[in-house]
């Protein structure tokens, strides 16, 4: 392994940014990643969404090195999902077990099946019957006890799984509290599979620190803190980060890159907007705020293409 790194680093699916286009430009442009998760796939009201299943279409994926996700309480949930991905020939996927929104929580998905181990025995059991496939699993320490995963060990350690990424806080803190970095260390002592580190990484210094306090860690997943600065992955791999000169030339690069794969989709100023300017609350956040604050105003595509232009410029 190159002495100058030792982990790996995964790009963390999020709902409405990390979809196959971003996925595809920021390994283009900046690389540095070595596997991209997509926002989970769900099974509700008798079907798969016909957007999440663009999603995770190969013929929409240049990523190679592509992990889709899934979310199900039930191995009836879960059976067509699989056969989805076995159709597109993947061979890879992660059970999520981490996402708090209610709406999810309500049907025991994500983080609110972790107060189930039954149910997550059967689910684990379902997808061990996936001979073709591996599996992993996203989660959080519990729902509302930080000690829920203390009652999971024992059946995530029995199920043969690639990895556990954990993100160290309770479904109800959704991302409000301090991660708990003391319960992270215990989970990941009890752990027999490869762990991988996920929450609150913003920056260069935030990944060596987790490094150097949990060096037997295979890696990092970055969610927020890879959309806000996108070279995060390079500035590891390098040791050392990116001048604002460089960082403004590859965001712009994959400004561009975005623009050119997303415009042939989306008709006029609304759906232009709604689309990019989100990325903008995350994207930089060392930018001129009143540069911003233009970015975020803009009503017509013309104005948001020209506050992007002098935001970038003055960066």
Known sequence: MNQQYAMKIYS????????????????????????YYTPFLRYEHGEIRSKDIRDVERKNNTVKNLVPQVIAATPQELAPLMELLAKEGY????????????????????????????MIAALLDAAAGYKDFEFSIKMRLGWESKNEW???????????LKHVTMHPRLGIE????????????????????????????????????IEHSFPSLEGVMIGRGLLANPALGIEYRNGGELSCEEKR?????????????????????????????????????????RDKKAILKATTIDKYLSAVGNALAGY
């Open 174 to 209: 959704q991302y409000k509290k301090p991660a708990d970095f003391d319960a992270f260390a215990e989970f990941l002592e009890a752990c027999r599979h490869p762990v991988i580190y996920n929450g609150d990484i913003l920056s260069l210094a935030d990944i060596q620190r």
């Open 12 to 35: 963390a699916p999020l709902q409405g940014f990390t979809e196959a286009v971003w996925r595809n430009v920021h390994d283009k442009v900046f690389g540095g990643i070595d596997g």
């Open 249 to 289: 030339n590859l965001v712009l690069a994959m400004h561009g890159e975005m623009l050119r794969e997303l415009a042939p989709r989306l008709q006029g100023n609304t759906q232009f907007l709604t689309k990019m300017k989100p990325y903008w609350e995350y994207l930089l956040p060392d930018m001129c705020k």
């Open 150 to 160: 203390r009652e999971l060990i024992p059946i995530l350690n029995a199920a043969p």
């Open 91 to 118: 061979s890879r996927a992660d059970i999520n077990m981490g996402c708090s929104f209610a709406l999810q929580v309500r049907k025991k998905h994500g983080a609110g099946l972790l107060p189930h181990p039954d």
